[in-house]
């Protein structure tokens, strides 16, 4: 009696420490296999292993649906930055010191999960602190990543996870080299130079061109006169309603302008400016005096009617304008 009492006193103290051991040993177990392979790959019966209290150990989990027929086009664009944060981070951290574990559930092996979890979209980034041991947090829930601002890349996903994993080490994400673009930046770089070395010749007198300088310049002046600047700050509408079930091009008040308004200052401002250049330079280099007297009173006629109409659309925009010129009055 006395020696089966002794060899159960003997068992005891093994059976509590076999049945301690699979919960002591359970990151090591995870993490053992994250070695391998990482994130661990989830399902039903896995996440609730990996997720529950209590734990020594964080858990980060990504709940997501790659499948077409999802149509999750957030899904893939960011599962390939969150296997490079993963692979990073677990090759960085080979020993486990900070004690962080990857997983991912995809809907397709998880759909009790999602539906107990509530879940209508994806992906959905969870993190789960520890419960217990030196970095153990009083709230047992998890914290959720945002992707309201579209995809995410795995340094921003990093720096999340740095933040609330403090004092623990934080390896770095080494990004593989991109063969493919480097080898399309140098073709394209050494392209450039060839054709501006063949081009040149022909290139530089266009830049050196006085006439293409004073068009670009005028175009530019155009532009910026007439409110094009104005309508994009303001984002002003393109035509507006006149209260009587028609459309008005000009709007009242000269802090107002429609997109119709501006482009016809433009054309406005740009006859003026073709008139004007004509009878400075054009006109003064014709031979013939009939010819020359001709161009003089057609261009200084759409100077004034031109000049006419302008006034008349300041007039439109503000009453009390009091300049006028026949035939706009």
Known sequence: MRLLQSI?????????????????????????????????????????????????????????????????????????EWELLSKSWTKGDKKGDSRLLFGTLDFLDGKNTFQSLGLQTAPVLLLFQPTTGPHAVTDNGPLRFDFTSGPQSAEQVHSWIARHLQDRPHPQINRPINWVRGIAVTTTVLGTITFLTVAWPYILPVFQNRNVWAAISLIAILLFTSGHMFNHIRKVPYVTSDGKGGVSYFAGGFSNQNGLETQIL???????????????????????????????????????????????????????????????A
């Open 8 to 80: 159960l006193l003997s068992l005891l103290p093994a059976a509590a420490f076999a049945a301690k051991k699979p919960a002591a040993d359970k990151f090591e177990q995870f993490h053992t296999k994250s070695l391998s392979s990482t994130p661990l790959k989830l399902d039903d019966s896995i996440y609730p292993k990996l997720t529950a209290a209590p734990r020594d150990y964080s858990a980060l989990v990504l709940l997501t649906a790659l499948e077409d027929r999802f149509g999750c086009a957030l899904c893939r664009e960011f599962q390939p």
């Open 266 to 328: 433009a054309a406005i401002y740009g006859l003026l400016s073709f008139a004007t250049i004509s009878l400075a330079l054009k006109v003064p280099r014709m031979t013939d005096p009939k010819t020359q007297q001709i161009a003089v009173i057609i261009w200084g006629g759409v100077i004034f009617v031109m000049y006419s109409f302008l006034l008349s659309i300041f007039r439109m925009k503000n009453g009390g304008y009091p300049f006028w010129l026949p035939p706009f």
